[in-house]
């Protein structure tokens, strides 16, 4: 029972990942020629450009679950390293402050990359 439901819920994943992966390429297609209507939801308003948002949001949306997720994982192990060996806190503490730095800059990075997505395409 338990194989059958990791079996379905990677099926899902894999499913969204791959909606995911295609959706810019359908979002940013061209138009047809003379077809502006069947894109345009209000007039100046495109439809894609409101879907790019959308997926700029959900970008930032896992950036900052994966970021966090990151920086959790490392403060777990760095607690369970002093507490397993009090005379290295120091040496451990240094470690992940910088490696949990490091994180924070590239999902910064990343949620910069997702905004000037998002206002290049909507702006």
């Given at each position: 029972m338990r194989r059958q439901i990791s079996k379905w819920m990677?099926?899902?994943?894999?499913?969204g990942v791959l909606l995911m992966a295609l959706a810019p390429a359908a979002v940013l297609?061209?138009?047809?020629?003379?077809d502006t209507e069947a894109v345009t939801a209000a007039p100046g308003v495109t439809l894609g450009g409101g879907l790019v948002g959308l997926g700029a949001g959900i970008g930032v949306g896992f950036l900052v679950f994966g970021?966090?997720?990151?920086?959790?994982?490392i403060a777990?192990?760095?607690?369970?390293?002093?507490a397993r060996q009090p005379e290295a806190a120091g040496?451990?503490?240094g470690a992940m402050i910088l490696t949990a730095a490091l994180i924070e800059?590239?999902?910064?990075?990343?949620?910069?990359?997702c905004l000037l997505v998002a206002l290049k395409v909507t702006g």
């Open positions: 990677f099926l899902v994943v894999a499913a297609a061209a138009p047809p020629e003379g970021a966090g997720f990151g920086i959790s994982r777990s192990a760095a607690c369970e390293s002093i040496n451990i503490s800059g590239v999902a910064l990075f990343g949620a910069i990359i």
